[in-house]
């Protein structure tokens, strides 16, 4: 199977994924980058491919019989085709993604009150995981900057928070990164959006640890300033069948005068049984 009029076609440097490697990687990698090719599989055509992409603004572009096919992915699911063998999968913009590492300092993101500290940021990141073909959830995402380091690490990434204003935060703060995050301006629906890879949850509130947990991903993370969070939020992991551990950070950080006082911050993280 040539791939070359797909790449001329993407204007841009692409990834190649193969859909017989498993549908969901192929799709999480398509949705956390700018230009990527699917290879397809047996029982695995564009419909699977559009169907997956719901929520994510993406062009299609189909090679069909050695013709190409540009569309909308909600075309793709209902089209009838001859012999498709691959789909590009385009975002509007080029992502322009940076290395020049991770758990970036607090002022790299713009935020109403403060992000959650770099310190505390690296070792949240460690626990879920984040990388390419999976898909994590950034829960009472506030301004974003944990779901924004997924991305950058290249994991697809949902963030959900309910207030309007801290999803502008969220959309500025993945676009000045390079990356890109959808952002659903809501309490968390569990059952509306893919299944996640691993989920972060900013703050300890109980309906959103247990909302998290019913979608069975491997790795649940929870950071919470609040003690009278903690209990509830290990044992609503624990009925949900994860095995779970937790510290406290403090992460005093050195001034010119001496150590800047610290809020201490818990994580939990449970791993699915």
């Not at 599989?41 to 062009?59: Q, S």
Request: charged letters at 25%; a negative charge; glycine letters at 8%.
């Amino acid at each position: 199977m040539s791939l070359e009029k797909l790449r001329e076609a993407a204007g841009r440097p692409v990834e190649v994924v193969d859909a017989a490697d498993g549908l969901r990687p192929a799709l999480n990698v398509c949705r956390a980058r700018s230009a990527v090719i699917v290879r397809l599989a047996d029982g695995i055509g564009p419909a699977e491919v559009a169907a997956g992409l719901t929520g994510w603004r993406r062009t299609l572009v189909v090679q069909d019989a050695g013709e190409l096919v540009f569309l909308d992915p909600r075309d793709a699911v209902t089209r009838r085709w001859t012999s498709p063998d691959a789909v590009l999968c385009l975002a509007d913009n080029e992502f322009l993604q940076s290395n020049d590492g991770w758990a970036l300092p607090d002022d790299a993101f713009a935020s109403r009150t403060h992000v959650l500290g770099a310190e505390v940021r690296a070792f949240a990141l460690a626990r879920l995981a984040p990388r390419p073909g999976v898909l994590v959830w950034d829960v009472l995402a506030g301004s974003g900057a944990v779901g924004v380091e997924c991305a950058r690490l290249g994991a697809a990434v949902i963030a959900v928070e309910p207030d309007p204003v801290q999803c502008v935060r969220i959309i500025a703060n993945a676009s000045a990164h390079g990356v890109d995050v959808r952002v659903e301006e809501s309490e968390l629906d569990a059952p509306s959006l893919p299944r996640p890879d691993a989920v972060f949850v900013g703050r300890g509130d109980l309906a959103a640890v247990k909302a998290s947990a019913a979608a069975s991903a491997r790795r649940v993370v929870v950071a919470t300033e609040r003690v009278d969070e903690i209990v509830p939020a290990r044992d609503a992991l624990v009925a949900a069948g994860y095995e779970v551990e937790g510290s406290q950070w403090t992460a005093s950080r050195l001034l010119d005068s001496g150590f800047a006082p610290a809020v201490p911050v818990t994580v939990l993280w449970g791993t699915k049984k």
